[in-house]
């Protein structure tokens, strides 16, 4: 049997039918075509899933599909402004917080939730306000590096890095 | 000649605007038109045999296109899995089927497999299948599996041994021993390690029926050494397959050699006409996912009082699991380089491989070299506590120095270069080594426990040469391929067979070229993961071989550019070929630098008239074939104090000096090594594969394997020496798997330097709270005991 589920997934509304046994993540990726919110295991421990539900951080795998009705989602997808990305992508990018990726939109939305509820945060709460999330690449240090670069942007402390452009001298 | 401006700067990522911003293609993320879902069933035994399967109620469920066992991919699936030569060629390799026919041997392994048109469908028809197994006797311990009248993992063996392989005889030792002044001995285990890439395996696969054409997307490391047994095992062409892989979520070793899903997911595409597609779940990731590690070390050390080094004998008894697959014996390399940064007049090593009830291990981040540091530089620190000098001198006295290189270390391999004592003593200087000692000794008084923990590492990486890799691998060389294209308007797009599973490769390679042919960096595209496009084959990535092999291609064929573009440049510029001058991306005739042409326009005229013999277009295709293995090394240092009343370890420093040669990009070089570095601080404290006695998986899920997160690991303090490889031209060596190579000796030699003045003088891996709580009760209560046996005395 299949219900009848109305969200709004990065401002834009949508209604489907799913099977209530289907998660959220799963309707996020193969529903709404989403594939930037990644699964990571099956316990709820890695936080790949991680995604905004009415504001607040929620691993999509906890959740079903359908008790996201009449909730506003907030994916990976729905951070950048066109192509200017989010201070919090734009300080993962220049602090090399990332490197396969895999677990990365899953930080940034922690991360999102952290800096809304905590935009200058400790060191040590940045290690705390991520701890639901696990990465295997980069021993977590330039993680918390980014996050601290984005809320020095975000907070206004700090102006956003320029990305190094990087041309040769001569050659062209 | 070429500028240098790219190579050695922080530039940022190219790949990241895609991966941060959530648009990357990872294999779960693509579909196809009509796709269908596989799942596969499992046996829960670790080893029994199959008295029957019946799947009547599964065929019929809502969805199920079929189910397939082991008969139904006869005919299809031709060719056994099995296990290259590799370090140990005489071994016993049972054969594989894909699917157990008839007994599997390890909690896992797949008995069969259905196809749904949805993955909830498939899902559901595979509970409904009933297999009638008849459970067998299982060996799960390592040790247990010596022993004899021990079960048996393979029926059909007459004991659980795979190989038994002397390297060195003990004879060659005995003049080392017989000399000694002072003889160290340990048992060092190396605890079995799920790799956890955060991207599980996922394979998806498409026939095309009347063009005889078979794709495969999948994340691996390797396509083309993927496409190679897929080909054979399905019984085509290669030219008939092609292999895809865009972004990878991780590997680590693990996506390395192919798995019996992946050659399941394509035939049975093949079978039914119909994409299917298969995506792991995290558990069966844990329970399938080639194993790191697994083995113990049975290691002893003949030294004299004033801690010159005699000889080493050492035993590695290694866990191959229910099977012998792909590079199993891979970490038999720990033996060769056991002697470390050190000179040693004899070694005399010998490895056992043994069958056990359990997932078939591989390589993982380091393979054999991380176990290799760990048992010498604990073995270091032993002797050193024996002999009461301080282990940094130890090692400075035994080092091998810099004069002395190329140095041919034990096993006939020979070192390209080397400064250890440089890295030693800058780690000491950063650290402040004297400073901390004065501390401890304080903090002793104090009645607390600091330690500090050297690790003076090397590692021999790059893989080839060919000469020496084709008898490991049956006649592959382990080289690496380049191609470069030019087009009309000057840009480049750049093919290469090394594929990067979260190496910043695009990144790093475009450097290269920028750098090499003088062209604006944003009009290089760097292209891998694709075995339809770019030279014929390639190796893949894995023991840091990507920049020492693969960047080195990619070097080569900039060279043939320059080489070809000369001769158009003496074309369009009207000059004899020897008069021109290449020179940051400039053509010029010799002493007129003001009139010069820059590649773009010299790529132009390539397509344009040329004189007679001088071909169109400005391309090349290269294939290196490193001359030796290249040789990084360095000095990590921990200072952790230990908590007597919990056992917990907390890392309060962690310095690393490491020289990885001539740096490309030093942000990628640093965070390959504090990931690195992370996962030796994993298997050093948290993580360990738990098995009960009858091979069941107690660390199936993050719930109960214990990954680090972010409260574990430590801020890290990180600098280079740089000696230049003089392997290869650009003077680069590997660094992806340096930290884990390094840092478990780091941390386990500074706990027991902290537990010292408790007469603990080793510690397993991982150093849990728990596991050190104990030890330290232990050792407390024995303290109690002397001192009341000596009370009693006086």
């Known amino acids: 049997m299949k219900h009848k589920v109305a969200t709004t997934i990065n401002g834009r509304g949508r209604e489907d039918e799913v099977e209530a046994r289907l998660l959220l993540v799963h309707y996020i990726r193969d529903v709404a075509g989403l594939t930037g919110t990644h699964v990571g295991c099956d316990t709820s421990q890695c936080?790949?899933?991680?995604?905004?539900?009415?504001?607040?951080?929620?691993?999509?795998?906890?959740?079903?599909?359908?008790?996201?009705?009449?909730?506003?989602?907030?994916?990976i997808e729905g951070l950048a402004d066109g192509d200017n990305l989010h201070p919090i992508q734009q300080a993962f990018w220049d602090e090399h917080g990332l490197q396969c990726g895999y677990c990365t939109p899953g930080f940034i939305m922690a991360a999102k939730y952290l800096l809304d509820t905590n935009p200058t945060p400790t060191e040590d709460e940045i290690r705390r306000g991520l701890e639901g999330n696990l990465c295997r690449c980069t021993g977590y240090v330039n993680i918390i590096k980014a996050v601290k670069t984005a809320s020095q942007v975000m907070s206004g402390q700090a102006r956003p890095a320029e990305t190094p452009v990087a041309t040769p001298a001569s050659g062209s | 000649?070429?500028?240098?401006?790219?190579?050695?700067?922080?530039?940022?990522?190219?790949?990241?605007?895609?991966?941060?911003?959530?648009?990357?293609?990872?294999?779960?993320?693509?579909?196809?038109?009509?796709?269908?879902?596989?799942?596969?069933v499992r046996s829960?035994?670790?080893?029994?045999?199959?008295?029957?399967?019946?799947?009547?109620?599964?065929?019929?469920?809502?969805?199920?296109v079929a189910v397939l066992t082991a008969r139904d991919f006869e005919g299809v699936i031709l060719g056994p899995m099995g296990a290259a030569p590799g370090l140990a060629p005489d071994k016993k390799v049972p054969e594989r089927f894909p699917l157990a026919k008839d007994e599997v041997h390890y909690q896992g392994d797949p008995v069969a497999m259905v196809v749904a048109e949805t993955k909830a469908q498939a899902a559901d028809a595979a509970q409904l299948i009933e297999v009638d197994y008849e459970q067998l006797p299982a060996v799960s311990d390592l040790e247990a599996a010596l022993q004899p009248g021990s079960a048996k993992a393979r029926s059909e063996l007459p004991d659980n041994v795979c190989w038994d392989?002397?390297?060195?005889?003990?004879?060659?030792?005995?003049?080392?021993f017989g000399k000694a002044e002072v003889v160290v001995k340990e048992r060092i285990y190396q605890q079995r390690l799920a790799p956890v890439p955060m991207e599980t395996r996922a394979v998806m696969a498409e026939w095309a029926r009347f063009d005889g054409q078979l794709t495969v997307w999948m994340s691996t490391q390797n396509p083309h050494l993927i496409r190679l047994p897929m080909a054979l095992t399905l019984g085509l062409g290669e030219h008939k397959v092609r292999v895809i892989s865009h972004d990878v979520g991780g590997g680590f070793g693990s996506k390395i050699d192919p798995y019996p899903e992946d050659f399941l997911v394509a035939a049975a595409a093949k079978k039914l006409d119909r994409p299917v597609k298969w995506n792991e779940t995290r558990t069966e990731s844990m329970q399938n996912a080639y194993a790191g590690r697994g083995q113990y070390y049975d290691v002893e050390v003949a030294a004299k009082k004033d801690g010159t080094l005699l000889g080493m004998r050492v035993t590695q008894t290694l866990d191959v699991g229910g099977y012998a697959m792909g590079f199993c014996t891979f970490m038999v390399i720990a033996l060769i380089v056991s002697g470390g940064a050190y000179k040693w007049p004899?070694?005399?090593?010998?490895?056992?491989?043994?069958?056990?009830?359990?997932?078939?291990?591989?390589?993982?981040?380091?393979?054999?070299?991380?176990?290799a540091t760990h048992l010498v530089e604990r073995m270091m620190d032993k002797l050193a506590a024996e002999i009461?000098?301080?282990?940094?001198?130890?090692?400075?006295?035994?080092?091998?120095?810099?004069?002395?290189?190329?140095f041919t270390q034990n096993f006939g391999f020979v070192i390209d270069s080397g400064d250890y004592d440089k890295a030693l003593t800058k780690a000491m200087e950063l650290a402040g080594y004297q400073d901390l000692r004065e501390r401890q000794a304080q903090l002793r008084s104090q009645g607390r426990y600091l330690g500090i923990g050297l690790s003076t590492w090397i590692e021999l990486c790059g893989f080839g040469p060919a000469a020496a890799m084709a008898p490991a691998t049956g006649g592959l060389g382990l080289t690496e391929s380049s191609q470069i294209r030019f087009h009309p308007t000057g840009s480049v797009n750049v093919y290469v067979g090394t594929h990067s599973h979260g190496q910043g490769h695009d990144t790093t390679f475009s450097q290269i070229v920028a750098d090499q042919l003088g062209v604006p960096y944003e009009s290089v595209e760097l292209h891998h993961g694709d075995t339809a496009e770019g030279p014929g084959f390639g190796f893949g990535t894995y023991g840091s071989r990507s920049l020492a092999v693969g960047g080195m291609a990619?070097?080569?064929?900039?060279?043939?550019?320059?080489?070809?573009?000369?001769?158009?440049?003496?074309?369009?510029?009207?000059?004899?070929?020897?008069?021109?001058?290449?020179?940051?991306?400039?053509?010029?005739?010799?002493?007129?630098?003001?009139?010069?042409?820059?590649?773009?326009?010299?790529?132009?005229?390539?397509?344009g008239p040329l004189p007679p013999g001088l071909e169109q277009g400005l391309e090349a295709t290269s294939y290196f074939d490193p001359p030796n293995l290249v040789w990084p090394f360095g000095t990590h240092l921990c200072v952790v104090e230990v908590d007597p009343d919990t056992g917990h370890v907390d890392i309060q420093k962690y310095v690393a000096v490491d020289d990885c040669g001539v740096i490309i990009n030093p942000m990628i070089v640093d965070g390959q090594l504090h990931g690195g570095v992370a996962q030796a601080i994993g298997q050093a404290l948290y993580e360990e594969m738990v098995y009960d006695d009858s091979g069941q998986l107690k660390s199936a899920t993050f719930l109960d394997y214990a990954m680090p997160s972010a409260n574990e690991i430590p801020e890290m303090v990180l600098d280079k020496t740089v000696t230049p490889s003089p392997t290869n031209a650009m003077g680069v060596k590997g660094i992806g798997e340096a930290g884990t190579i390094a840092a478990s000796a780091a941390i386990i030699n500074a706990i027991c330097d902290a537990l010292r003045p408790l007469g603990i003088d080793h510690v397993d891996m991982p150093a849990t709270p728990d596991r050190l709580w104990k030890q330290i009760q232990e050792a407390r209560s024995k303290a109690v005991s002397s001192d009341g046996s000596k009370g009693g005395a006086a």
Request: with cysteine.
């Open chain 2, 554 to 607: 990619i070097y080569m064929s900039c060279q043939k550019i320059v080489e070809k573009a000369k001769k158009v440049a003496a074309h369009v510029l009207e000059a004899a070929e020897e008069d021109i001058v290449f020179d940051q991306g400039r053509f010029y005739v010799k002493g007129s630098p003001d009139k010069s042409k820059v590649m773009g326009e010299i790529a132009f005229a390539s397509f």
């Open chain 2, 388 to 406: 009461e000098m301080d282990p940094a001198e130890l090692r400075r006295k035994n080092f091998v120095q810099p004069g002395e290189f190329p």
């Open chain 2, 165 to 176: 392989l002397t390297l060195v005889p003990w004879d060659a030792t005995n003049d080392a």
């Open chain 2, 346 to 371: 004899a070694i005399s090593a010998r490895s056992i491989g043994l069958f056990t009830n359990k997932v078939p291990t591989d390589a993982y981040r380091g393979a054999g070299r991380p176990e």
């Open chain 2, 1 to 40: 000649m070429s500028v240098t401006q790219l190579v050695g700067a922080k530039i940022h990522r190219r790949e990241d605007p895609r991966l941060v911003s959530g648009h990357g293609r990872y294999t779960d993320d693509l579909t196809r038109s009509g796709l269908v879902h596989a799942v596969f």
């Open chain 1, 47 to 75: 936080g790949a899933c991680t995604v905004l539900v009415d504001g607040k951080a929620v691993k999509s795998c906890t959740m079903f599909a359908v008790q996201a009705e009449g909730r506003q989602i907030e994916t």
């Open chain 2, 44 to 64: 829960p035994y670790a080893h029994a045999r199959i008295k029957s399967i019946d799947v009547t109620d599964a065929t019929k469920a809502p969805g199920v």
